[in-house]
DNA sequence: TAACTGTACTATTATTATTAATACAGTTGT
DNA sequence: ACAACTGTATTAATAATAATAGTACAGTTA
């Protein structure tokens, strides 16, 4: 599915989030798919259940995926502008960025290039 | 100076980082401005010089900083895109920033007005 | 019923962050 | 030369966090 760092200092739980964010993001993972049980990705990846439990609450309480007992854990489908807090926590590290980008260097040009870039590969639909 | 969030999973040195790269970033510390030495600083929040020490280390590894023994640390002035790691760094966060902006319903056109308004206030010479 | 699911909990270990106490070398002003 | 600053380095002890391990319970599915 996906390969993490293990002598990264960012813990394992974290790098999970993030990648499986990824995954969602990028419409890998498809509305109401399924995703690995808890038990069956920690043995994959070698790894404690506890830890990919641990990722799976965080990724639920960020609205990504939801899980239900006993059926499994599956991602969430977007409804637009649904999770207000990370929303906001997106805007806000937008601006971060931006301001960090113009400060090294990098012309508003370039910017709007890869907004571009971005925007034409993200048909999720 | 600063406040930081002594209660956040996020360690003290890295919060002092962000912190820290801000300020220098919305040019509030100016470029060769001194910063507080490391003992000064750790007195006034009442933290371990050894913490800031490894802020100050890692700022400076990111050149946004440097230091000379004996006289202090000051702002890096920044020559443009000097910093190719943290260039390219800052890059890919854009690109996975703007990729989940869009997922989360984010119009490119309130994006490119984020960015203006940055822009706009940004003239930092 | 058997074999899956998520979830919760406690205990233990491993890893990392933070503090603490020194020490040394360079700078600055007196 | 001296005192009082600077950054830097090192070692040790402690605190905080991450990760593992083992177990248990409740819901789902065939």
Redesign the pocket.
Known sequence: MFELDI?S?K????QLVEKLKELIINDVLKGDEK??????LAQQMT?????I??A??EL?SQGYIY???????FVHPVEKSENKEELNKVREELKKLFAEAIYLGITTEEIQAMLREVEGGEPHD
Chains 1, 2 share one sequence.
């Open positions: 002598r200092r813990p394992i739980y974290e995703l690995p049980s808890v038990r069956e790894i404690n259940p506890n830890t439990q641990k799976y609450r639920e899980s239900q007992k006993g059926k499994g854990s």
